[in-house]
């Protein structure tokens, strides 16, 4: 299991903008595909992006696509997610995700989560 911890989330307003970041203890860090997820209140957790092992490939839900980011820097074993011209829809709580494979997927069912971080976005 690799540990994650998650931070960045807040209220901003519609429009602005947030940057989530996850830390990763993990030596093997560059041997995982990492991924953003979401859950909002009384739906069930969704997709929100995902990046190789080495960076190269992203790949992102068609609801953020244009508006989200995800970066990643295997040297400091982190990645990040960021946010521009943010919605109310979405408000939810963001997790992390570390899954041990070098395509550009993160399998829930494998995958390692984060405590996730709460965001915000108010009309």
């Known amino acids: 299991q690799v540990q994650l911890v998650e931070s960045g989330g807040g209220l901003v307003q519609a429009g602005g903008s947030l940057r989530l970041s996850c830390a990763a203890s993990e030596r093997t860090f560059d041997s995982y595909a990492m991924g953003w997820f979401r859950q909002a209140p009384g739906k069930e957790r969704e997709f929100v992006a995902v990046i190789s092992c080495d960076g190269v490939n992203t790949y992102y839900a068609d609801s953020v696509k244009g508006r989200f980011t995800i970066s990643r820097d295997n040297a400091k074993s982190s990645v990040w997610l960021q946010m521009n011209s943010l919605k109310p829809e979405d408000t939810a709580v963001y997790y992390c995700?570390?899954?041990?494979?070098?395509?550009?997927?993160?399998?829930?069912?494998?995958?390692?989560w984060g405590q996730g971080t709460q965001v915000t976005v108010s009309s």
């Open positions: 995700a570390a899954d041990r494979q070098s395509g550009v997927v993160v399998s829930t069912q494998s995958a390692s």
